[in-house]
């Protein structure tokens, strides 16, 4: 009996840890997000609906692009599509920075509608290294 009121408090704790932290991940609509040549990594996993700027700083050695596409499918899932088969399918895209020099920065100001978004880089084989993360809109 005490062993299941233990596992029930913890279950308690751990689902409003949950819900403490995915508000406090979607309460700025500011999110900085950093490209390399492995990775995008945003700040935060996610931005309260309507509008969100987004300042991508290029931490690389070449030139990326910054891509959002609304999908239901995680980041890492878009494989295929209209860019062909080593590229991530772009047909959800909502936003779109198209060149980010080495060591600089641009900005993408955006209105968006709740839901899953992929963020990735889809320059010629960046996202099979892994240039892709998940966010969210709430």
Known sequence: RKLALGIAAVAVVA????????GAVTSKPLVAVQVDEFSVFPGTQ??????????VTNIGKVEHEFVLVL?????GN???????PTRADE??????IGSI??????TLSITLKAG???????????????QFADFYVR
Do not use: W
Request: with cysteine.
């Open 71 to 75: 999908s239901s499918k995680p980041a």
């Open 15 to 22: 689902v409003s840890v949950g819900v403490l932290t995915a």
């Open 116 to 130: 899953h978004y992929a963020l990735i880089c889809n320059l010629p084989g960046h996202y099979m290294t892994g």
């Open 101 to 106: 020099p080495s060591g600089q920065a641009r």
């Open 46 to 55: 996610g931005a309260p609906k309507g509008k969100v700027k987004f300042v």
């Open 91 to 96: 047909s959800g895209a909502v936003g779109e």
């Open 78 to 84: 878009l494989l295929g599509g209209d860019h062909g």
